[in-house]
């Protein structure tokens, strides 16, 4: 799976676990919830990765943070580091330096033309601490 492709499955996965969450889960649920959630499946069903996609996942990550504290922890950690921005300060300096690593493995293959699998390359990464 390609690197793009990775982070939308986590987005969708996130997504799901929202969905089955409070307040979310419930039949009633506030107007600013409803309007988070229609953003976040909004997010979660774009093709286009653009400027403006990651300022859209950098402010719905920072509002989990702020606003559903209970939902931080199923937060894919590597989501913080794919929208970046303000989400890195939710990231430990130890995180940052591995996906600082992983960042440089993912432009040497694509320098290449070679396949970048981020599971894969977690696993390398692992093995080295």
């Not at 982070?7 to 009633?28: C, D, I, K, W, Y």
């Not at 199923?74 to 580091?81: E, G, H, S």
């Not at 303000?86 to 396949?115: M, N, P, W």
Request: charged share 20%.
């Amino acid at each position: 799976m390609d690197y793009q492709g990775y982070h939308r499955q986590l987005l969708q996965q996130f997504l799901a676990s929202v969905e089955s969450s409070a307040p979310f889960a419930g039949n009633t649920f506030s107007e600013q919830d409803h309007a988070f959630l229609s953003r976040l499946r909004d997010l979660s069903g774009s093709t286009t990765v653009d400027e403006a996609f990651f300022s859209e996942g950098q402010a719905l990550l920072c509002q989990v943070v702020a606003t559903y504290p209970h939902l931080t922890p199923v937060i894919p950690r590597d989501l913080l580091w794919y929208f970046s921005g303000d989400c890195l300060h939710f990231l430990s300096d130890e995180e940052i330096d591995v996906y600082s690593q992983l960042d440089e493995i993912r432009f040497e293959a694509e320098k290449h033309g070679a396949t970048f699998n981020m599971a894969e390359a977690k696993q390398t990464i692992r093995k080295w601490h």
